[in-house]
């Protein structure tokens, strides 16, 4: 399985929309019911929400801290995205979207994976595809 950022930080910022289908597969996750894989990219997003988080004051910098000391647990195997760069431009060729996002599917294509994510602008440009599927469906 492959998982974004949007999915992920419903783990540490509370009161999110689609937070308990988020925390099912979190719940999954540690009892190895699913592997989850991430691009490169996927830390950076995350840090930089934590970042954000603090700056908009949804998180104090106890809970930051907190939440960046459990991020950093996770361990999820990594690939790097520029592996996956001549797939991530094609994706944007094809659907209007990020790099950053393209780097989420054409991660989920090499694994022969699926994709999960809680951004409904993504999602709607791209729920053609089979793999990609709606956090809100999950479980």
């Known amino acids: 399985m492959v998982v ?3 999915v992920v930080l419903k783990w ?3 009161g999110e929309v689609y937070e308990a289908q988020s925390l099912s597969i979190f719940e999954d996750f540690v009892q190895r019911k699913v592997e989850i894989h991430v691009p490169t990219i996927f830390h950076y997003e995350v840090l930089n929400v934590i970042v954000v988080s603090i700056r908009r004051e949804r998180l104090n910098h106890s809970k930051a801290d907190t939440a960046l000391q459990n991020f950093l647990n996770l361990k999820f195997p ?8 001549w797939d991530v ?3 944007c060729k094809e659907y209007p979207i990020s790099g950053y996002d393209a780097s989420y599917l054409s ?5 022969n994976a699926d994709f999960f994510t809680a951004d409904k602008r993504l999602f709607n440009n791209v729920k053609k595809l089979q793999f990609v599927k709606w956090i809100g469906d999950y479980k």
């Open 4 to 6: 974004d950022s949007s």
């Open 12 to 14: 540490f910022l509370p």
């Open 78 to 85: 990594t690939h790097d995205a520029l592996d996956l760069a």
């Open 89 to 91: 431009l094609q994706a």
């Open 107 to 111: 991660l989920s294509t090499s694994l």
